[in-house]
Every structure is written in C-alpha cells, then in structure tokens.
T-cell receptor
C-alpha cells in the first residue's frame, strides 16, 4: 500500500516556541491530507483538512492561528504548532488518501515543557 | 452527525481464544466502515474496510468483520488470537466524498486488547 511518513517522530520543546511537523506521501501524490490529534487513551480527533495549493479547512473548535497548516506541494503538508504550551502536548497523526483509501503516518509525539 | 461507539474500553483474552470487538455507528447515509489497529506510539494500520457488497469482509492478519445494517454494527472478529494482536483497535465511519474532499472519518474511542499467554 501507499506510504505516509511523518517527521519528527518525537519532539520536545519549551513552552512558547513553535514546532513544525511534516507529513509526506512517499510514493503517491496527495491533493488532500488530514491532520488528527490523539490524546492519551482517547480516539483520534480530526483537526483539519489540508488542501494542496489552498487554505486548510479547520474543524470546529480548532484554532487556525495556533495550528498552521501548509500544503505547498502534492507530497508534503506541514503542521506548525505556534507558541506551544503544555496543553498542546499530544500525538499528532496525518493521513492522505490514495485510490479511495486513507493511509496514516506513524504519528508525531509532541511534548511541551 | 456521524458517530461511532466502541462499548468496550479494555478486553483481555487468552492466546488462541476467539475475539469479538464491538462497534456501533450512526450515519445518515450509506456508511463506509473501517477497522484500524494501532500499536503503542505508532500510527494506524488498516485492518479491513466495508464499502458495499458482501457484508462479511476479510482483512489482514486473519481478522474479519460483519456489517449488520439493521443493528448499525460492524463488529470485528478473529477466530484465534495471537499474542502479537495486543494493541488498540479503532472503528471508524465515514462517507466517500467524491468531489475532492476525500474520506472524512469519525473514530470510536478505541478498544485496548490485552492477550494473556
């Protein structure tokens, strides 16, 4: 199947700094990617839909200025957590669609101190 | 609004025993149903999916699931569990948006499977 890769897998940062997470489709082009957030012991919550060449579509309750999404090419979407705070600590997972099926990245664990 | 309920938060089974993980969904149109597995600290891997046709679908790793429209259920089963099956399992429902939006999935809260040797 198709491969979606995220980088970094783990990141620890200080409160107030910004962190960028990359999501790449390695062997296919993805006009649409999805960003999910997963709290410990909980399900995945869709944060936003990333659209290549246009603005992302955010789910209700997700701060656009807090979670900046850029989908500059057909194989790369980035999520930037701006001015991160401890409550932003979470597991972030991206996915991309290929021939009607969603493929997920390995996830990125963000810890904000 | 679409929703998914996985009533069992934790399940423990002995290796070699059969397994059934429950999933109930709510969806206003024809649902597309999925089961994913997640190992600790990892992303999600698709086990199987139901779009249409035969209501009993076969997936990877010996898993199967049965779509029952009358019960709004899509339970996951495996005849004989292996220790390596210990993981978290998520059921998801969505609709295939044909005009560019892609699959928008709603996930259940997951069932943590523990396998006793």
């Amino acid at each position: 199947g198709a491969v979606v890769s995220q980088h970094p897998s783990w990141v620890i940062c200080k409160s107030g700094t910004s962190v960028k997470i990359e999501c790449r489709s390695l062997d296919f082009q993805a006009t649409t990617m999805f960003w999910y957030r997963q709290f410990p012991k909980q399900s995945l919550m869709l944060m936003a839909t990333s659209n290549e060449g246009s603005k992302a579509t955010y789910e209700q309750g997700v701060e656009k200025d807090k979670f900046l999404i850029n989908h500059a090419s057909l194989t790369l979407s980035t999520l930037t957590v701006t001015s991160a705070h401890p409550e932003d600590s979470s597991f972030y997972i991206c996915s991309a669609r290929e021939t009607g099926e969603l493929f997920f990245g390995e996830g990125s664990r963000l810890t904000v101190l | 609004a679409q929703s998914v309920t996985q009533p069992d938060i934790h399940i423990t089974v002995s290796e070699g025993a059969s397994l059934e993980l429950r999933c109930n969904y709510s969806y206003g149109a024809t649902p597309y149903l999925f089961w994913y597995v997640q190992s600790p600290g990892q992303g999600l891997q698709l086990l199987l999916k139901y779009f249409s046709g035969d209501t009993l679908v076969q997936g990877i790793k010996g898993f199967e699931a049965e779509f029952k429209r009358s019960q709004s259920s899509f339970n996951l089963r495996k005849p004989s569990v292996h220790w390596s099956d210990a993981a978290e399992y998520f059921c998801a429902v969505g609709g295939l948006i044909l005009t560019g939006g892609g699959n928008k999935l709603t996930f259940g809260t997951g069932t943590q499977l523990k396998v006793e040797l």
